[in-house]
C-alpha cells in the first residue's frame, strides 16, 4: 500500500516538472509555428467562396432598342433589384469583397418587336470569379416607344389670401409632347399645372411642373415616361382688391327736367357694388365707382338700361363684364288726398238682417298720380262692409272696411289708408 502511494507521488512529480520547465522554448516553438502557417497561407494564397448581395445592375444595348423605337415599360430599379452572386476570390481580398466589386448587366441587343422576355443576367467581379447568380435571368416588357401631344390647363388648388385678387393665369405653353411606351403614353390625355395661392400676395411668373392625367382625372405617374417632361411658365397678376358701391344717381341727366308733372320714383342698380383691384395708395383714395351717363330730358316712361362702368385709371375690374344694370322708375308725380268722416255702407245683407256697426264713418287718405287723382270727388267714394253669408246673431269685432272706386283701373294705380281699417259688426 504504501509502494503504491509512493510510485503515485513520483508520477505526479514528473508531470509536473514537465509542465514548468521549458515553458520558454515551448512558447518559441508555437510562435514558429504560427509564423510558418501563415508564411504557407500567404504563399499559396488560396481561393474562398463569398456571397455578394444587392449587385448593381444595367440593361446593355438600350440605346440601339430606343432607335429602334422599342422602349422598356415598367420599373426598372425594381426589375434590378435583389441580385447576389457567389464569388470564387483570393483569401486575401475576401474581406475586401464589397457589392461595388461585383457588376450585372442584361443584353438588350438582339430585341427587334415588342414583347416580354426571360433575359439573362450576366455578372463580372473585379475580385475573383462568379460562380453563380440569383436570381439568373429577369422577365423585361418592351412596348412600342411613342409620342403624344396632350393639351395642359390649369387648376387653382387653394384660394388667394383675403384681400387680394388675381388675374387669370397664363401659360407658356398649352400643349406638350410625352413619349414613352405605347400602353403607358395612350392613359394620358391631358397636363395640368396645379396652382396654389394660399400664399400669393404678389404678382409672379414661375415654371411650374405639370401632372399628367388620365380621362377620370387620376394622375398617372411620370416616371412611364421616356426623357424628362418639359415645365410650363405661369404667369399671373396678384394685387390687392376692394369692393365699391356703383354710384348711378351721379350719372342721371335731366332728373330734373323729366316730362311735365313726372318724377323719379327709385333707381336700382344690379349689381350694386363692384370689386376692383390695384396698389392700396390708389384704392384708398376711392369711395365708389360711377357709370356713363344717362340722359333722362323729357321722359315720362321707366327706363332699363346696361349702364358702363367708368373704371378709375391704375385700377382694374376683378370680373371682365364692365357693364352694370340701370332701372329708372319714372312716374307722374304723386298727391295725397284727405277724405274725413265717410260713411260706412253695409252689402250683402238679406231681407229681415239688421246690420249694426260700430262706427258709421271712417277717414280716408287716397295716393296716387296727381291727374288720377284729380278725376276723383268725394262722392267717387264707397267705404263698405261685405255681410254676405254672414248668419244672424254673429258679432264681429274687427270686421275689415273695404273700399269701392269707379272704376278698377283706378283701383290699381292708387293706394290708400282707412282709419280705422276695421269696425265691429253686429247681425240680429
Partial sequence: MENKHAESSALQSKIKNLCTKDIALKLISLLFAILVWGYVMMDENPMRVKTVDNIAASFEGEADMISRKLIIRGNRAEMLSGISSRVN?????????????????????????????????????????????????????????????????????????????AAEPVLSRTEVDVQGPAQDISRIVRGMCMIDLSDRTESYNEAMDITLLDENGVAVDGSVLYGQLASVSVKQTIMHKKTLPVNVEAALLGADNLANNYEIAQVQVT????????????????????????????????????????????????????????????????????????????????????????????????????????????????LYVDVTDLAKGTVIPNFRIQLKLPDEEMQSQVTYVIAPETVTVTIR
Fill in 89 to 165: 476570390t483570393r483569401l486575401t481580398e475576401y474581406a475586401d469583397l464589397k457589392s461595388g466589386d461585383v457588376k450585372a448587366t442584361v443584353s438588350l441587343r438582339n430585341i427587334t418587336e415588342a414583347g416580354v422576355y426571360e433575359l439573362p443576367i450576366y455578372p463580372t467581379s473585379t475580385k475573383g470569379d462568379v460562380e453563380s447568380t440569383t436570381p439568373n435571368a429577369v422577365e423585361v416588357e418592351i412596348d412600342d416607344l411613342v409620342t403624344k401631344r396632350i393639351p395642359i390647363e390649369y387648376r387653382i388648388i387653394r384660394d388667394l389670401p383675403e384681400g387680394y385678387w
Fill in 271 to 382: 349689381p350694386m357694388t363692384v370689386d376692383v383691384a390695384g396698389k392700396v395708395d390708389v384704392l384708398d383714395t376711392l369711395s365708389e365707382i360711377t357709370v356713363e351717363n344717362i340722359d333722362l330730358a323729357g321722359r315720362s316712361e321707366s327706363l332699363l338700361v346696361s349702364s358702363k362702368l367708368l373704371v378709375p385709371e391704375g385700377v382694374t375690374l376683378t370680373k371682365e363684364d364692365d357693364l352694370v344694370s340701370v332701372y329708372v322708375d319714372i312716374r307722374e308725380k304723386q298727391e295725397q288726398l284727405d277724405f274725413a268722416k265717410l260713411p260706412i255702407k253695409v252689402v250683402g245683407a238679406g231681407r229681415g238682417v239688421d246690420v249694426r256697426l260700430g262706427q258709421e264713418t271712417a277717414d280716408l287718405t287716397i295716393t296716387g298720380g296727381t291727374s288720377l287723382l284729380k278725376k276723383i270727388d268725394r262722392g267717387d267714394l264707397t
